[in-house]
């Protein structure tokens, strides 16, 4: 769902498996430091446009640092 989206690309399967598979199992937040695929604005945006849109729980996608007070990278 997240591939054909356009919000990652198919080469990054396993990252959407991930999310999916956070997402249905109604977890709260995903905690990643994968900036590239996971952790950054389009995908954010994206996995909360689909979530809403198909009436699936909110998640939200942080980096450890964003829980622990320190910088982001």
């Avoid at 199992?25 to 900036?35: E, G, P, R």
Wanted: glycine residues 6%; neutral net charge.
């Amino acid at each position: 769902m997240y591939g054909t989206a356009g919000i990652l690309k198919e080469k990054s399967f396993d990252d959407c498996r991930h999310i999916a598979t956070a997402i249905m199992a109604q977890c709260d937040i995903i905690v990643s430091w994968n900036f590239k695929h996971i952790v950054n604005d389009k995908t954010i945006d994206g996995i909360k446009r689909i979530t809403n849109i198909k009436n699936l729980p909110e998640i939200k996608i942080y980096c450890p640092s964003m829980l622990i007070g320190g910088a982001d990278e």
